[in-house]
């Protein structure tokens, strides 16, 4: 009787454990059926949504929150479209011949373009020009960037906001009057660098009469007028770089030098290739910071192509010539900006070009 009972015993335990078994299968089929039919409700209702969509309301375009931004950008776009579309019907005058009296020739085609393509002083103030413009991407580009490395390094906030503060003032003075201070800092007879010269036993050179020199010496000035203003850019793209990046380049063993290489440059690429593609906008633009310096003695190398304009289009009052010239400067800039443009997306992560 006990073995019957033993025997009994374990055919209910077995009978429990099916039966627990069979019914967890039911409990799991029944859930699997009920998230089916769940993720089928949600369908039904996404495509009752899609057939059906609510009217969304449009955002409007003035607010009381951005209707004063509106209003301070206003003077911006007043100005650029008086100084910038409305002088644009002036490029037929390169088409014509015009001057001082009136039309003498309504359409002249291509006349006037080929009346500077064979003269040489156009093409020596064309090399110049690009001369300065070489100087710019090798030193005056590069420059706001180490100056913004740099001051990121900078532990002491004072001491960082006073060199940026220091750095950025030369923006602000005019062309004319930077020219009167380097003029004056570059005497033979009464500068400080001479005095340096001299006092080391050396003879004052007149730097403003060399011609060779002259492109290097502007670039240094340009380099000195605008690095700071310049970095502000730079240093705003870095103050966004997650700090977390920085740490874990240090665990992994990374000094200083190898965090910039691979984590600091990485941060503001972007915004040097948008820095980079839009300067060529305005490759070809040295007027003021060439015609403040200019001198008899150095104009083999000082004449670029808006020198050459003003001197041409003012001066002697060959407006035609004159608009011409500049509106194949401005076709060469255009050429640049879609080609650096169409280039740039070799540079970036998701093969986009920059601007479009």
Same mark, same amino acid.
């Given at each position: ?14 009978? %429990? @454990? ?22 089928? #409700?949600?369908?039904? @209702? ?7 969509? @609510? @009217? ?81 991407? #090798? ?26 503060? #220091? ?6 003075? +005019? ?11 570059? $005497?033979? $007879? &009464? ?22 020199? %002259? ?23 870095? +103050? ?57 003695? #150095?104009? $083999? &190398? ?33 050429? %640049? ?9 070799? %540079? ?9």
């Amino acid at each position: 009787m006990q073995k019957k009972h033993g025997i009994y015993h374990i055919f209910h335990v077995k009978l %429990f @454990k099916i039966t627990c078994y069979y019914f967890k299968c039911e409990v799991i089929v029944f859930e699997r059926k009920k998230i089916h039919r769940g993720e089928s #409700i949600m369908n039904i @209702k996404n495509a009752t949504a899609i057939s059906n969509p @609510k @009217k969304v309301k449009k955002k409007k375009l003035f607010t009381k929150n951005n209707i004063i931004l509106y209003i301070m950008f206003l003077p911006v776009l007043i100005s650029y479209i008086i100084f910038h579309i409305v002088p644009m019907p002036g490029i037929y005058l390169a088409f014509a011949d015009f001057r001082v009296m009136g039309f003498k020739d309504i359409w002249v085609g291509l006349d006037n373009f080929k009346y500077i393509f064979n003269l040489s002083n156009f093409w020596d103030s064309f090399w110049n020009t690009w001369v300065f413009v070489l100087y710019n991407y #090798i030193f005056a580009f590069p420059a706001p960037i180490l100056l913004a490395l740099l001051l990121n390094e900078l532990k002491g906030k004072y001491f960082k906001k006073t060199i940026q503060t #220091i750095s950025c003032l030369p923006h602000f003075l +005019s062309w004319v009057v930077i020219a009167s201070i380097w003029i004056s800092i570059l $005497s033979p $007879s &009464t500068g400080y660098v001479n005095f340096v010269i001299k006092a080391l036993g050396g003879e004052p050179i007149y730097f403003l009469s060399k011609a060779d020199l %002259f492109p290097a010496l502007l670039t240094f000035i340009r380099i000195w007028k605008d690095v700071g203003y310049n970095a502000i850019v730079y240093l705003a793209a870095l +103050s966004s770089i997650d700090q977390e990046l920085y740490e874990a380049a240090h665990i992994d063993g990374a000094g200083r030098f190898k965090q910039t290489i691979y984590v600091t440059l990485p941060g503001i690429k972007s915004t040097i290739l948008v820095l980079f593609v839009l300067s060529f906008s305005g490759i070809l633009n040295l007027f003021d910071p060439v015609y403040v310096f200019q001198n008899p003695m #150095i104009a $083999s &190398t000082a004449e670029t192509l808006d020198t050459y304009i003003y001197k041409q289009g003012v001066v002697q009052a060959r407006y035609s010539m004159a608009t011409a010239v500049g509106l194949f400067k401005s076709v060469i800039s255009f050429v %640049f900006v879609i080609l650096t443009n169409v280039l740039s997306k070799y %540079f970036t992560e998701d093969r986009e070009t920059i601007l479009w």
